[in-house]
């Protein structure tokens, strides 16, 4: 089992829609926790990264962390077909020196 | 530019071959990377660096080998490459190893024949 998991999709979601992204990870001392876009055949680009339990707001996009259930999510308001892409929840681990820990990543598909 | 570049950005190689993947990047980070990225298994980590003249092992070190003589550059190499090492692989770099945002290169797609 990986230590970082999330459905890998697709999901899709019409324009102007609510996009909800999940993530969950293995590690109780896990201290924070990184979403990252990226589009097909690009690299991975940061979007929201969170260390404190409860909501994070930027612009369209809010970051949800759940220490005690060892969950956190991305959700994205407003969706534009410019933000289909594939999703990846990161964590930093200890095994590698505390390189990112990437889940699978999540596709989503916003239609016009 | 500022950031981290990586060459070549694709190469077909033949089975048995050696080959050096290169990361360069001038953002002073103190740790860096080496991932690969494969359809359905999401980016792993090959090697890791958190400063000059230390390396570690990731989650899929075999047939692989990294050194970081400077700041700047780390060099993935596959001694003998295999059909299985076909992939994307994507150098990264943090200002300090953990709890902070990795910088990717573009990626190298390496297609091993």
């Known amino acids: 089992q990986k230590e970082v998991e999330q459905n890998s999709g697709p999901l899709s979601v019409p324009e102007g829609a609510i996009a909800s992204l999940n993530c969950t990870y293995s590690?109780?001392?896990?201290?924070?926790f990184f979403w990252y876009r990226q589009y097909s055949g690009k690299s991975p680009e940061l979007i929201m990264f969170i260390y404190s339990n409860g909501d994070k707001e930027d612009g369209r996009f809010t970051a949800q962390l759940n220490k005690a259930s060892q969950y956190v999510s991305l959700l994205i308001r407003d969706s534009q077909p410019s933000d289909s892409a594939t999703y990846l929840c990161?964590?930093?681990?200890?095994?590698?020196?505390?390189?990112?820990?990437f889940g699978k990543g999540t596709s989503l598909l916003v239609t016009p | 530019i500022a950031g981290i570049t990586q060459a070549p950005t694709s190469q077909i190689l033949a089975a048995g071959r050696r080959m050096t993947l290169r990361c360069t990047q001038d953002m002073r980070h103190n740790a860096m990377y080496w991932y690969r990225q494969d359809l359905g298994l999401g980016l792993r980590l090959i090697h890791y660096s958190n400063t000059a003249g230390t390396t570690g092992k990731g989650e899929v070190p075999d047939g692989y080998s990294v050194s970081r003589a400077n700041t700047d550059d780390f060099p993935l190499t596959l001694a003998s490459a295999v059909p299985s090492q076909t992939s994307v692989y994507f150098c990264a770099s943090t200002p300090s190893p953990g709890n902070t945002e990795a910088f990717f290169g573009q990626g190298t797609r390496l297609t091993v024949v």
């Open positions: 590690d109780r001392g896990s201290q924070s």
């Open positions: 990161a964590v930093p681990t200890l095994k590698g020196g505390y390189a990112l820990n």
